[in-house]
């Protein structure tokens, strides 16, 4: 079992900045890898950003240049760090793991941007 707890979202204007937090209830170097997603209203979940045991990383067209996956394992914390915000990055985003052929989800946090 893995518990997956998202923090950091909120309000934010245009423009503006958030760091997204994923707190994992066990070690995080013991995942292949880990992803951040998002979920608009009315649309499917999307991937924004996937960070891999090597520390490899790869991200959503939409996210290059402005977001920048982490983590660290000591705290065992994947991060989303959120730049240059736009209206269209609104939605909840959950981070996800899949662990011995389970895949986990957080509860997810909102973001809202909006002036």
């Known amino acids: 079992q893995v518990q997956l707890v998202e923090s950091g979202g909120g309000l934010v204007q245009p423009g503006g900045s958030l760091r997204l937090s994923c707190a994992a209830s066990r070690s995080i170097q013991d995942f292949y890898a880990m992803g951040w997603y998002r979920q608009a209203p009315g649309k499917q979940r999307e991937l924004v950003a996937r960070i891999f045991i090597g520390g490899t990383t790869n991200y959503a067209d939409s996210a290059k240049g402005r977001f920048t996956i982490s983590r660290d394992t000591a705290e065992n914390t994947v991060y989303l760090q959120m730049s240059s915000l736009r209206p269209e990055d609104t939605a909840v985003y959950y981070c996800?793991?899949?662990?011995?052929?389970?895949?986990?989800w957080g509860q997810g946090t909102q973001v809202t941007v909006s002036s």
């Open positions: 996800d793991v899949n662990w011995l052929g389970k895949t986990y």
